[in-house]
């Protein structure tokens, strides 16, 4: 197979990503992927790896010029607003290419209970007409929301200890997915979970606990994704890696 000596650059930290950078990889393609830092361990991707922020849309900018970088694909997670909005602006600035690599979210099937909201404050506020045993899984940076929640007894589950503001009665599961639907049920049973608080995510490392409340009629908060700035954009591996391949072998100085 032809080496393609151009660099692109990932913004990653999901699994999408992650495959994404293997695939190009056994492309030949050199990718070197971004990654915010948040999580003190995160699961590595294959290729060149740089962790931490560029210094916004005027720094992402610089960035890529300075390293010549081909193309750029935005795959962070769907809440990922600030990297998203810089990503838009900073490509421009360079004159680089930028796809979207965004996972479907999730669609609730009959049956289910769900209730969305547009942020986690707007879901600490339903939560107590709904249970009084409420399951968190949004995210450790988000648990400040709940801080103030009266009555309401919160298991979250993060991949690292979260900081205060903490709700009162707090128990936090560190764990990271993915997730079996039989360990999700024996969990809410154990719990006497009563409701279920989740982003919309999307994807299938952490759907189980949707199916789990499903089977045990339990009510989901759902926190609706965050409107992101227009760019062309892809739901899949293959497709963002197509694309990708496009321009690197398009680019006047790739190698044959």
Request: aromatic share 6%; hydrophobic share 45%; net charge positive.
């Amino acid at each position: 197979m032809a080496s393609i000596a151009r660099l692109v650059l990932i913004l990653g930290g999901t699994s999408e990503a992650r495959a994404l950078a293997a695939a190009l990889v056994a492309s030949g393609v050199r990718v070197v992927s971004s990654l915010a830092g948040r999580v003190a361990s995160p699961r590595l991707p294959e290729g060149e790896v740089r962790v931490g922020g560029f210094g916004g849309p005027n720094g992402l900018a610089g960035w890529l010029t300075e390293y010549d970088i081909t193309a750029v694909v935005d795959a962070t997670h769907p809440f990922a607003e600030r990297i998203g909005e810089s990503a838009v602006r900073g490509t421009a600035l360079a004159g680089v290419p930028l796809l979207r690599l965004e996972r479907p979210g999730w669609v609730p099937t009959p049956g289910d209970d769900w209730h969305w909201v547009d942020t986690l404050r707007e879901a600490a506020a339903v939560v107590p007409s709904l249970g009084s045993r409420a399951f968190l899984t949004s995210g450790r940076q988000g648990l400040s929301a709940f801080a103030h929640a009266s009555g309401v007894w919160f298991l979250a589950r993060c991949v690292d200890p979260p900081e205060p503001p903490l709700p009162p009665r707090l128990e936090v599961l560190l764990s990271r997915g993915p997730y079996r639907v039989a360990d999700e049920l024996a969990l809410l049973r154990e719990h006497r979970i009563e409701v279920l608080v989740t982003k919309d995510s999307g994807g299938s490392l952490t759907s189980a606990k949707l199916t789990a409340a499903r089977q045990l009629r339990v009510p989901v908060v759902v926190v609706r994704r965050p409107p992101r700035a227009a760019t062309e954009s892809v739901t899949s591996v293959d497709a963002a890696e197509a694309w990708v391949l496009e321009r690197v072998r398009d680019h006047p100085h790739a190698r044959p």
